[in-house]
Each structure stands twice: as structure tokens, then as C-alpha cells.
């Protein structure tokens, strides 16, 4: 027993190594999608837009803005807030990879993001909310809530009104 | 069988994860070589049963490497039930996190009143919303935000992004940032999935770790039980202590990014314990002490410099809430 432990042990610490080494320092990853522009301010000229997921190099940063380099060798500024060192969850597929050691994988697949079942979760709250006397006002109120829009570029102008969000602290 | 083996077949667990698990390879080795899903039944509305259903479960890999080096069935079955539950672990998907918070939403309008129909407030409670959850741990999600016409000073948290604030605490909030607080508060119950880890933590008990839309559709029965224990949990009960006290330091880093002022979250909920008793609100039954909350937000302030610099925003809140 003690053996095999100490085989696996061996193994973890190899793959630990292998994959700490695989980014050098300064690769970060975008939490959501960022737009990076060419000064640090969020109305300066807009450089690229990174996806949630993409790597970057950070050349510098400050309080509250960090200098990237993207992958075609552009640079930019963005909010340095939100660039992470962990690649965001779901930013890459892996299927259901403890289903298939276990067995019975297609018994629980998950669902795709598909428009079905998109339809499907529309038809569970609406069966629920028929089944427990909600399909009234609540119903039309949590539609209303959902419709909601916010335009982009109105956010941006209520954040820079008030110095918050992508213009809080230095940015201008 | 022996140790050895079993050591073994833990190794080479490890190394075929690393090696195949990205390219979605095990999925076709389990498929094509170690057993096809039968086609379920005429007329059955279940998924498709594994090849072997008298013995519960189809092959998977651990099967076809456990028989290669030897390793007897049941010490494999103790090996597959430890990965079942690690499986059952797994975040609730997204489509059936909206599912859940829809319904619980639904419920939120139900027992606080009803909606409070203002567009322009509503647009208001929206943009500072989404400003602090852009810097959230799940920027990604459609957070919504919507008023309870209710006179309780609260506000509620529903999986998949669904947050309500009453009137009453609308009324009561002295300035953005307060509001913002109160906001990332509830963020931060969504964005670290609060409320889907306490209903994994029940599924779990009740072996209802295949919760899916599909099977949400197939059994309404459970669908409403769940959402029903959820609803008692969040509206009476509360969450367990430590994911509130998780909520407030959570929420004062997505505020701190946000750029808002953090003492002003600390003098809302100082206020509120002001409060105390003279009003009945179920938040002072659902939450921990103001008095411990204060004392651990104390211990978080220090750790976001220049936090105490940052805007409040009193003449924006007053221009834009106002109440007939």
C-alpha cells in the first residue's frame, strides 16, 4: 500500500511542477470579457476586446489599472479587476469526466446550453408557478424583471457621473 | 487483488486524467468499449439505462483497468462509489440554477408584497447593481434587480442572479454606497453559490444529485419540494451563518472594486442594529448578529487601502429615489 501512495504522491507533485512551470509570471486570464484601450481610461481608444478566459502578458500595473500585451503583440490598459491568475470556470468544455471512470456518464449528462432547454427552464417555472397560483402578477413581475435592459454605453456614463466602476480611484 | 494494485490503479487513474481528459477520450472509450447505453424502454421519459442495470451502474474506466491488473470487484465498487460522490459534488448547472431562482423569485413577489412598479428607481437599483456585479466572481451572470412593495427593511439573493430589495430598505438606505453594499451583499450569495451549495448539501442527503432541467420537467413534485425548502430557508430561516459572514467580506471586495466607499456599508448595518426592535423585519431572524458582523467587518475594512476615500454618493440616491 505504502508503495502505491507513494507512487501517486510522486505523480501529483510531477504534475504540480509541470504545470506551475507551463506560464511564466505575468500570464493572466480575462474574468469577463474586458475591452482594453490605449491609455488607462475607459474613453480612451478602444485597442481589442479580450473574451472571458483569454491570456494575457501584465506588463505593469498600478492601484486599480494594469498594462497588458495581448497574444498579437498589441498592448493596452484595462481595469486591472478583472484579469485573474485562474483561467474563469466554464471558459473550456472537459465533458463529464467523473462519469466516465465511474461508469453510467450518460445517465447524468448535463444539459447543453442549447435553446431547448433554455425552452425547458421556461416551462419548469411556468409549470411551477401555474401549480402554485403564481402565474398572475409574480409571473408578469419576474418577466418584467428579466426584459430589464441597460444599455452599455449608459452604464458607462452613470459610472463615470459618480467616479464608480471602470472610473473609480485614478481613472479618468 | 492486493495494496499494490490498488496503488496502481490509482496512479494510472491519475495519469489518464492528465493525458485524456481534455481531448473528451474517456467519454468514447466508454461508450464504444466498455459498455453501450441501452435504448430506454417505449414510452419511458428517463434518460437511457447503462447496458448493465443489475448491477446499477454501466462500466466506466475503472472497471476495464481495475479488471486488467486484477483488482476484485468490490474494492472497484468502493473506488466508483467515492467517485459518485465527488460527481454529485459538481456545481449545479446554469440552465437549472435560472430554473430555481426564477421560481424563488416568484415567491419573493408572492409573500413580500408584490412588485413595487417604478421603472425609473428600478433603472436606478440596476446601474449601481451591475456596476458592483461587473466586478464579481461570476461577472458573466444576468444579474436583475427588482423592488418588493414591502415596508420590511430587506433584501433577498435568489440563485442565477434574481436579487429584490423592499421599499423599506430603499426608504432607509442615507447614500449609494449603502445601497451598492446592501447590493454586493446579495451579489456575493450568488457569485459564490450560497444558496446551491445548501441545496447540494440536501440533494446530496436525499441522492437527488442528477438535478437537471430535464429532470426537473419529468418530476414537478420535486421541483416544487425544493424549491419550497429553498424558500423557507431564505425567507425564514436563513443561511448558515458563515456563508452571511462570507457574503459581507466578499461583498466589501466587489464594493472596494466598484469603487465605492466601504464605511458606508458599515453604517448601514450599524443603523440597522439602531433599528433593532423598532421594526419587524424576518432579517433580524435570518441573519447573525449585527454586533458579530460589525466586529468581523472591522477586522476586513483595514485590508482595502483607501477604501475610506472613495465616493458615497448621497445627492445621487436622493435624486434618483423618490418616493410618492
Excluded at chain 2, 474517456?26 to 437511457?48: F, I
Excluded at chain 2, 412598479?117 to 433603472?123: I, R
Excluded at chain 2, 454586493?184 to 446530496?204: D, G, K, N, P, Y
Aim: aromatic share 6%.
Amino acid at each position: 500500500m505504502k508503495r502505491g501512495v507513494t507512487l501517486g504522491a510522486a505523480l501529483v507533485l510531477l504534475l504540480g511542477a509541470t504545470l506551475s512551470t507551463a506560464w511564466g509570471g505575468g500570464v493572466q486570464y480575462a474574468k469577463s470579457t474586458v475591452t482594453v484601450t490605449r491609455d488607462p481610461s475607459p474613453l480612451s481608444a478602444k485597442v481589442a476586446t479580450v473574451e472571458a478566459g483569454a491570456a494575457v502578458e501584465v506588463l505593469k500595473q498600478d492601484e486599480r489599472n494594469v498594462q497588458v500585451k495581448l497574444p498579437n503583440g498589441a498592448t493596452g490598459w484595462a481595469n486591472r479587476f478583472k484579469f485573474g491568475s485562474e483561467k474563469p470556470a466554464g471558459a473550456s468544455g472537459g465533458g463529464d469526466l467523473l462519469g466516465a471512470l465511474g461508469g453510467g456518464g450518460s445517465v447524468y449528462a448535463k444539459e447543453s446550453r442549447s435553446g431547448g432547454s433554455i425552452r425547458g427552464l421556461r416551462e419548469v417555472s411556468e409549470d411551477y408557478a401555474r401549480n402554485q397560483r403564481l402565474a398572475g402578477d409574480p409571473m408578469a413581475s419576474v418577466e418584467r424583471m428579466e426584459r430589464l435592459q441597460v444599455n452599455p454605453d449608459e452604464l458607462l456614463r452613470f459610472q463615470e457621473e459618480g467616479r464608480v466602476g471602470e472610473f473609480a480611484g485614478g481613472a479618468k | 487483488m492486493n495494496r499494490t494494485g490498488t496503488g496502481m490503479l490509482g496512479c494510472a487513474l491519475l495519469m489518464g486524467w492528465v493525458a485524456l481528459g481534455e481531448a473528451g477520450f474517456l467519454d468514447e472509450v466508454v461508450k464504444q468499449g466498455l459498455g453501450t447505453p441501452a435504448a430506454p424502454p417505449s414510452g419511458s421519459n428517463r434518460p437511457a439505462a447503462p447496458a448493465s442495470q443489475e448491477s446499477g451502474q454501466s462500466p466506466g474506466l475503472v472497471d476495464g483497468l481495475g479488471g486488467l491488473i486484477g483488482v476484485d470487484r468490490s474494492k472497484l465498487d468502493l473506488v466508483k462509489k467515492g467517485l459518485n460522490t465527488v460527481r454529485a459534488l459538481q456545481p449545479i448547472g446554469i440552465e437549472e440554477e435560472v430554473a430555481i431562482g426564477r421560481a424563488i423569485a416568484l415567491e419573493a413577489f408572492n409573500r413580500f408584497g408584490g412588485e413595487y412598479v417604478n421603472p425609473a428607481m428600478q433603472k436606478y437599483l440596476n446601474l449601481v447593481g451591475r456596476t458592483v456585479a461587473q466586478f464579481s466572481d461570476r461577472p458573466e451572470l444576468g444579474y436583475r434587480f427588482a423592488i418588493l412593495n414591502s415596508d420590511e427593511e430587506n433584501a433577498f439573493a435568489a440563485p442565477g442572479g434574481y436579487i429584490l430589495v423592499t421599499r423599506g430598505l430603499l426608504r432607509r438606505v442615507e447614500n449609494e454606497a449603502q445601497l451598492a453594499g446592501v447590493l454586493a451583499h446579495e451579489i456575493a450569495h450568488v457569485s459564490r453559490r450560497h444558496m446551491l451549495e445548501t441545496i447540494q448539501r440536501s440533494a446530496l442527503l436525499s441522492n437527488a444529485s442528477e438535478l437537471t432541467v430535464s429532470v426537473m420537467k419529468q418530476d414537478p413534485g420535486m421541483f416544487r419540494n425544493l424549491v419550497g425548502e429553498v424558500s423557507d430557508k431564505l425567507f425564514t430561516h436563513g443561511l448558515d451563518q458563515s456563508l452571511e459572514f462570507d457574503a459581507d467580506a466578499q461583498g466589501l471586495r466587489y464594493l472596494y472594486m466598484a469603487g465605492y466607499n466601504l464605511p458606508a456599508y458599515r453604517g448601514y448595518l450599524a443603523g440597522l442594529q439602531k433599528r433593532m426592535g423598532q421594526s419587524t423585519s424576518v432579517f433580524y431572524s435570518t441573519h447573525p448578529s449585527l454586533a458579530s458582523r460589525l466586529e468581523k467587518l472591522d477586522k476586513e475594512l483595514p485590508r482595502h487601502a483607501g477604501g475610506s476615500k472613495l465616493p458615497v454618493l448621497d445627492g445621487r440616491l436622493r435624486k434618483s429615489l423618490s418616493f410618492s
